[in-house]
């Protein structure tokens, strides 16, 4: 189960940190991601972070956001800065299992998602 906090409406130039708390993993290797989406569009993803340790950026975000996960609160994190009103989306968190370094596609688990709105 996951359960996605921290959206809300922002001005821009802004910060916000997102937070998932991730219960009932089992995978043993994994991949942990933020993804995005905004109505008629596909999700995008956002940020993604492995249990190896790897962290990857996608084109929405990068230079401008930071992502982690703490272990011993299984909760993984977006913090998001310098926002602007393009980044108004809801943000979702996704956990697949990690297969020879790659994360397997679709993702298996899917929070609600959170509300992020930048004005």
């Known amino acids: 189960q996951l359960v996605e906090s921290g959206g809300g409406s922002v001005q821009a130039g802004g910060s916000l940190r997102l937070s998932c708390v991730v219960s009932?993993?089992?995978?043993?290797?994994?991949?942990m991601g933020w993804f995005r989406q905004t109505p008629g569009r596909e999700r995008e993803g956002v940020a993604t972070?492995?249990?190896?340790?790897?962290?990857t950026y996608h084109a929405p975000l990068v230079g401008r956001g930071n992502v982690s996960y703490d272990n011993a609160k299984n909760t993984l994190y977006l913090h998001m800065s310098s926002l602007k009103p393009e980044d108004t989306a809801m943000y979702y968190c996704?956990?697949?299992?990690?297969?020879?370094?790659?994360?397997?596609?679709?993702?298996?688990?899917w929070g609600q998602g959170t509300q992020v709105t930048v004005s």
């Open positions: 009932g993993n089992t995978y043993v290797t994994y991949c």
């Open positions: 996704g956990v697949t299992p990690m297969e020879e370094t790659k994360c397997t596609r679709p993702y298996k688990f």
């Open positions: 972070i492995n249990s190896a340790g790897g962290s």
